[in-house]
């Protein structure tokens, strides 16, 4: 469909053009299929402001037409990505953005440069058999799951805006076609230096690690910064997602497709599919319909996470020596310094959950048993750190946690944890407040994420509007949100999520 004039043009900022001024082999020029009937389902005010950009200064009209692609914004060169990835182990030379489309970047109103990408946007010479489109379900569930991650303060790829483009997409059952605006720091992820790496294109390698470097600069200055910048491209790839996945862990989010293509150089959670949060502890808890050997289960993303890196590193050993072996061993000890790392930040998150902000070598047994304990509970895992932070509130409340049959365990591990609290310096309120800021009250538990898309689907976006609003503010407690803080009921539970493609 052909773009056609606006009645009411946006002001939205230029976009710059870098990714597209690559050369060829980057990605594919396309435009934007467009969409027959866009209707705004969901605008994103804040993220707006962030972006310098006045979310009042045009009609919901106007934006749907920009979120569509059906007008694109000014400096607009719409690219698909090329990338390859490992998708569950398999290595797949070309994947690339089969319905996705990059507009260009746009500078931030802190002076960042972020991506702008329309999910669903039609197809593209990397769609394969896919239709190049989305549905509406699994835009509505990245755009909320990935605005709870932002409100929780884990790094996340975000939702500028839904659209609904009017027409039906072919899935079990049908579903309404609509299409996802999101914003990301970038979308390089691991897989694009693997679809140049099996091509052995060692200028476009050099090139795309240059470009992550200007866009992703390594945080810390470490050795490797001074020595050789593409080992401390790896360093910083190490310390990025060691710091993600020991997030991710805290909060009991299973991201379900940690493939490397889903795997971003900035560092952001990028991609949900089949993610869900934990209700029940359990190391082993798979949601994913797709994932048959719990692969990406939620106690193996660490490893999985190590996986990928040492697929990044492979990449990028022929920008670090011409000597194959020499490369290796000047990228190993980078690699191996991952699982010490995500250890340490898993660490001190878990510390901050139990309100502690001195180190003591006794902690991390005094973690391992709390969870060892959720785990033979079945506990729900957002409701015992809230319940350890009510404790903490009130020293003279000693109970379990409601429903745990094992009493006399938590009492002796609760007069561990009470005995350790007792040596955190500073006055005896503060481990509370750690622990409030540490441990959310509400996360997007599943079986109301499906409601709420069960309603969008059908034509209601309040029970949405109204969870979103709720899982934006993780850490306040309200009447009417507290539906929304509590497990399912046996009846309720959701163990089954789709990619929905
Ligand atoms: P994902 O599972 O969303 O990470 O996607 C994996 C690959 O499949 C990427 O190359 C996507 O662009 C592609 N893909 C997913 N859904 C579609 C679709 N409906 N049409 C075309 N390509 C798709
Ligand atoms: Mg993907």
């Known amino acids: 469909m052909a773009a056609r004039p606006h009645p009411d043009p946006l ?21 934007p299929a467009g969409a027959p009937a866009p209707r705004l389902l969901m605008l ?4 707006c402001r962030e972006l310098g950009i006045d979310p009042g200064a045009g009609t919901a009209e106007a934006w749907a037409g920009l979120l569509s692609g059906n007008r694109l914004p000014r400096g607009a060169e719409p690219v698909a990505m090329a990338y390859a990835g490992h998708q569950f182990g398999q290595f797949v030379p ?4 089969g319905r996705a489309l990059l507009l260009g970047e746009i500078w931030d109103a802190a002076g960042g440069l972020r991506d702008l990408h329309l999910k669903g946007a039609g197809r593209t010479p990397f769609s394969r058999t896919g239709d190049g489109r989305a549905a509406l379900g ?5 755009y909320l799951v990935g605005e709870a991650m932002h409100a929780l303060g884990i790094p996340t790829t975000r939702a500028l805006g839904a659209v609904a483009t009017g027409e039906t997409v072919l899935r079990d059952p049908p579903q309404p076609g609509a299409i996802l605006a999101r914003v990301a720091a970038s979308h390089i992820r691991v897989g694009t230096f693997e679809y140049f790496a099996a091509r052995r294109d060692i200028p476009a390698l050099r090139q795309l690690a240059d470009l992550t470097l200007a866009r992703h600069p390594p945080q810390e200055a470490t050795q490797e910064t001074q020595d050789d910048p593409y080992r401390a491209l790896l360093a910083s790839a190490v310390e990025r997602q060691a710091r993600l996945v020991a997030q991710w862990m805290g909060i009991g989010f299973v991201h379900g497709v940690m493939n490397t293509d889903n795997t971003a150089l900035s560092g952001e959670t990028l991609d949900y599919g089949p993610c869900a949060f934990l209700d029940v502890y359990r190391p082993g808890a798979v949601f994913s319909a797709i994932d048959h050997h719990g692969r990406y ?3 193996n993303q660490p490893r999985i996470a190590e996986w990928n890196l040492a697929r990044l590193a492979e990449c990028l050993l022929p920008l670090v020596d011409t000597d194959p072996q020499r490369a290796v061993e000047r990228v190993m000890p980078i690699l191996e310094r991952f699982p010490e790392r995500v250890g340490a930040c898993w660490l001190e998150g878990m510390r901050r959950k139990l309100g502690l902000e001195t180190a003591e070598t006794e902690d991390t047994p005094l973690i391992q048993d709390l969870l060892a304990l959720m785990e033979q509970e079945e506990a729900d895992f957002t409701l015992t750190f809230r319940h350890l932070t009510t404790l903490a509130e009130d020293p003279e409340n000693q109970a379990a946690p409601p429903g745990w049959s094992r009493g006399e365990a938590f009492a002796s591990w609760r007069v561990r944890w009470h005995h350790r609290l007792g040596r955190e310096p500073g006055d005896a309120a503060r481990p509370a407040r750690i622990m409030a800021r540490a441990n959310p009250l509400r996360i997007p538990r599943n079986h109301r994420v499906e409601q709420a898309l069960e309603a969008a689907r059908a034509g209601d976006l309040e029970p949405f509007r109204h969870l979103l609003e709720a899982v934006t503010h993780p850490f306040e407690a309200r009447p009417e949100w507290a539906a929304f803080d509590t497990p399912p009921q046996p009846g309720e539970r959701v163990t089954r999520t789709f990619c929905g493609t």
């Open 44 to 47: 994103n005010t804040a993220l």
């Open 11 to 31: 002001p939205f900022p230029a976009l710059e053009q870098i990714y597209a001024r690559l050369p060829r082999g980057f990605h594919a020029r396309v435009s």
């Open 94 to 97: 070309q994947l690339g953005d």
């Open 297 to 299: 289960a939620y106690g």
């Open 138 to 142: 699994p835009v509505l569930r990245e």
